[in-house]
């Protein structure tokens, strides 16, 4: 896909939007598998929204245009960024996940994440998986639709047996002021 095409796009948008921007770069990166916007602003939390509702949603927007007027026969996998905020949501998630999966390994129980998107499910289990510190971990989804989230195991298979009951999110083992409480998963 044309770099133009998703600069004239979310371009468009944001200016009909009266949403300010300075500029639009777009990376595509084949490790990560995605196509990268980012979003220069001077005022980004207009364009963030209520926890990154509106950026959600213009993200949305620019996949549905670019699937009409490009033809494609289903929506490019692009991530939409305004000033890094993304990027440091997708930090939070790694951190969140190594912490649990410290847990994980002192108790040998299997314990799951707080529900989240499927973006941010796939930035776990890309973390776990490619991870050389987490090679004796594996993951997967379970749940439905809001309430799918990602459970963390020993792959040795140690610890509670399968249909026994998973540890709850370990809301006291996050410290306090890192900023868990407000990631928009």
């Given at each position: 896909m044309k770099d133009t095409v998703i600069k004239e796009i979310l371009g468009?948008?944001?200016?009909?939007?009266?949403?300010?921007?300075?500029?639009?770069?777009?990376?595509?990166?084949?490790?990560?598998?995605?196509?990268?916007?980012?979003?220069?602003?001077?005022?980004?939390?207009?364009?963030?929204?209520?926890?990154?509702?509106?950026?959600?949603?213009?993200?949305?927007?620019?996949?549905?245009?670019?699937?009409?007027?490009?033809?494609?026969?289903?929506?490019?996998f692009l991530v939409v960024d305004v000033d890094g905020y993304r990027r440091e949501q997708e930090d939070k998630v790694r951190r969140m996940a190594e912490q649990k999966a410290d847990f994980v390994r002192r108790t040998g129980s299997r314990v799951a994440l707080a529900p989240m998107s499927p973006y941010f499910r796939r930035i776990v289990h890309l973390h776990i998986a490619s991870s050389p510190a987490m090679q004796d971990l594996t993951s997967e989804s379970i749940g439905e639709g809001d309430y799918r989230q990602v459970v963390l195991k020993m792959k040795s298979g140690k610890g509670p047996a399968v249909g026994e009951e998973l540890s709850p999110v370990m809301a006291d083992a996050t410290p306090k002021g890192e900023g868990f409480e407000n990631l928009d998963v």
């Amino acid at each position: 896909m044309k770099d133009t095409v998703i600069k004239e796009i979310l371009g468009a948008l944001l200016t009909q939007l009266n949403l300010p921007f300075d500029s639009i770069a777009v990376h595509e990166d084949p490790t990560e598998g995605f196509t990268r916007v980012d979003i220069t602003s001077s005022n980004a939390s207009r364009i963030i929204g209520w926890h990154g509702e509106t950026l959600n949603s213009l993200q949305h927007l620019l996949k549905s245009i670019l699937r009409a007027k490009e033809k494609l026969e289903k929506s490019p996998f692009l991530v939409v960024d305004v000033d890094g905020y993304r990027r440091e949501q997708e930090d939070k998630v790694r951190r969140m996940a190594e912490q649990k999966a410290d847990f994980v390994r002192r108790t040998g129980s299997r314990v799951a994440l707080a529900p989240m998107s499927p973006y941010f499910r796939r930035i776990v289990h890309l973390h776990i998986a490619s991870s050389p510190a987490m090679q004796d971990l594996t993951s997967e989804s379970i749940g439905e639709g809001d309430y799918r989230q990602v459970v963390l195991k020993m792959k040795s298979g140690k610890g509670p047996a399968v249909g026994e009951e998973l540890s709850p999110v370990m809301a006291d083992a996050t410290p306090k002021g890192e900023g868990f409480e407000n990631l928009d998963v």
